[in-house]
């Protein structure tokens, strides 16, 4: 057997192992997008929990990847701890150096994928309104807008001719604040809306990956 086959063959099926679940990575961030783009806010739940799932499997694949990385390392006599490209940089004559810069080169661009598919799901989450406290607000205005029960006008005071009645906010207002967004939910179902959305915000700022980019020596 040639000198240090065993290793990066091992190297090489946990690469792509983690190549495999870097694309689904993004298949979840593109389908996740898609709902919120359709308004499906009742599945970010499921969505934020294949996330949760698929970056748990990454967590373990980089523990599997330094354990294999190191092993090599050894191998070919050099230091623990070494990034792709310096491992391809020692790699011996053959087939090594071209299989592991194949990998390096796949990984970069589906971290630039998963990128922009981050930047946009996070965008679409973060100016999603909070329907709790949008809730909270339009109750505030339609109690501020009711005339207290107890206060009569001074049959004897008139209104300035120029002066204009001070509109306000009318319930009608309010009303139409509550609009489509808050219309058949009870405080139960906002509270797990609202919910839902800071789970697959924080699932999402998860997909950043700085331990795989440093790797790859894109830090």
């Known amino acids: 057997m040639k000198w240090g086959t065993v290793g990066a063959d091992e190297l090489s099926a946990t690469l792509w192992r983690e190549r495999r679940q870097l694309d689904f990575l993004l298949f979840l961030l593109e389908t996740q997008l898609l709902h919120l783009r359709a308004g499906n806010w009742h599945r970010l739940d499921f969505t934020a929990a294949?996330?949760?799932?698929?970056?748990?499997?990454?967590?373990?694949?980089?523990?599997?990847?330094g354990v294999e990385t190191a092993g090599l390392a050894s191998e070919w006599k050099a230091p623990d701890h070494l990034t792709l490209p310096s491992l391809i940089s020692i790699a011996p004559p053959g087939i090594w150096p071209e299989l592991l810069e194949d990998h390096r080169l796949a990984m970069a661009a589906l971290l630039a994928k998963i990128d922009d598919a981050?930047?946009?799901?996070?965008?679409?989450?973060?100016?999603?309104?909070s329907l709790g406290r949008a809730a909270r607000e339009v109750s505030e205005l339609d109690a501020?807008?009711?005339?207290?029960?107890?206060?009569?006008p001074d049959a004897g005071s008139q209104?300035?001719?120029?002066?204009?009645?001070?509109?306000?906010?009318?319930?009608?207002a309010c009303s139409d604040l509550a609009g489509s967004d808050l219309a058949g939910f009870d405080d139960l179902a906002v509270l797990a809306r609202d919910a839902n959305v800071q789970r697959a915000v924080a699932a999402t700022q998860g997909a950043s990956l700085p331990t795989l980019r440093d790797y790859l020596g894109l830090g």
């Open 50 to 65: 294949e996330l949760e799932k698929v970056l748990e499997n990454l967590r373990f694949e980089s523990l599997a990847r």
């Open 144 to 152: 501020v807008s009711q005339p207290d029960a107890g206060s009569q």
């Open 118 to 129: 981050v930047a946009a799901n996070v965008a679409l989450l973060q100016a999603t309104p």
């Open 159 to 172: 209104p300035d001719a120029g002066s204009q009645p001070d509109v306000g906010l009318q319930p009608d």
